[in-house]
């Protein structure tokens, strides 16, 4: 599966204001690992910040003065989205503004008749419901470095995004279980016992390097969610061989 995490910068908070986008940050993900490939622009808005707005960004209207317009990067904004799964925290706001910019273009429909859209922020308040799900509050609940986050830039967020969506998602999307190769990975090495006789099992063989890398991913799930029951029945099964 082929992933985009994107984030924004705004001269406010509503779009309906008249507000635009200052800034996109977008990391591409494949099959849930970073590809290398990124997206990122600064614009230019054309208004003024809204009081508060710029304090948060840290940006200013002479730094974006020479800036594109964002009708001069939507091609190249669109073509790098494009069919990908759209991962927003708090999509309705990042959507809602890109959606008002590409509607002052004619004939370039919204971003969801482009990609599919996952909303971090509400996977979080399902998870976590009560509980601040700011995405500083979720960085430091799953153990996600976010020390160089000092204002608000879209290309770093969507960087910290991406590390806190793989912790909200660890678990079974990363051994493979929801992958359409999965059923055919299991039949290739199924084995089959003919009625009244007996097939040896199969034996896999570990590696040094590989059995460390096993017992580090165990360690930072571990970490992450608070408990491990691999790493639990580990424990109890060499409690009980002791």
């Known amino acids: 599966m082929r992933q985009v995490i994107l984030d924004t910068e705004t001269t406010g908070l509503e779009w309906q204001k008249g507000n635009r986008v200052v800034e996109i940050g977008c990391v591409e993900m494949l099959e849930r690992r970073p590809t290398g490939r990124t997206f990122h622009r600064y614009l230019k808005p054309d208004r003024e910040f809204e009081p508060g707005a710029q304090e948060v960004t840290g940006l200013t209207l002479e730094f974006l003065a020479d800036k594109p317009r964002f009708a001069e990067v939507a091609g190249e904004f669109l073509d790098f989205i494009d069919g990908a799964e759209l991962v927003i925290h708090n999509a309705a706001f990042d959507l809602g503004f890109l959606n008002a910019e590409l509607a002052r273009l004619d004939g370039l429909g919204r971003i969801q008749d482009r990609c599919t859209v996952e909303d971090t922020l509400l996977m979080a308040r399902q998870r976590y419901p009560g509980q601040r799900n700011s995405l500083d509050a979720l960085c430091k609940r799953l153990g996600v470095d976010n020390s160089q986050r000092q204002l608000h830039g879209a290309l770093l967020d969507a960087q910290i995004l991406m590390d806190v969506y793989l912790a ?62 691999w790493l639990e029945l580990e424990a109890e099964a060499e409690a009980g061989a002791a």
């Open 168 to 229: 909200l998602t660890s678990g079974q999307g990363e051994i493979g279980f929801d992958s359409e190769a999965a059923p055919q990975a299991a039949a290739e090495v199924a084995f089959v016992v003919e009625l009244g006789e007996a097939a040896p099992r199969p034996r896999v063989h570990v590696s040094a390097e590989e059995a460390e890398a096993h017992a580090a991913r165990l360690a930072g799930l571990a970490k992450k969610a608070g408990r491990c029951v």
